[in-house]
């Protein structure tokens, strides 16, 4: 788990493309997750193709791009908009959600 903003932003400096993470975004009030693989990478946004549907009636389907907020930006980067890589390579949800 992360406890401070120094490994925060050391695991955000981590990720880079066609790697596999948890992507974490809100929508219509709603916040989801899922495991999904990286494909487009900038300073501030990193874009995440789902490697599995989201959310409780498919509102996101597998292969659906959506973009979070990096830790660089640090007006949209939350708990609920951000991406973890995957530990050992599988995946674990943030344990605040």
């Not at 120094?6 to 916040?31: P, Y």
């Not at 300073?43 to 597998?62: F, M």
Request: with cysteine.
């Amino acid at each position: 788990m992360v406890d401070n903003l120094d490994q925060l932003r050391t695991e955000d400096q981590q990720l880079c493309l066609h790697t596999q993470g948890i992507a974490c975004w809100t929508a219509q009030g709603f916040s989801y997750s899922g495991r999904g693989e990286i494909v487009e990478l900038s300073r501030n946004v990193a874009t995440v193709r789902l490697l599995e549907p989201v959310g409780r009636y498919g509102e996101y389907p597998q292969g659906e791009s959506v973009r979070v907020a990096r830790f660089a930006d640090h007006n949209h980067w939350s708990a609920h908009n951000c991406l973890h890589p995957l530990e050992g390579g599988k995946a674990q949800q943030p344990r605040w959600l």
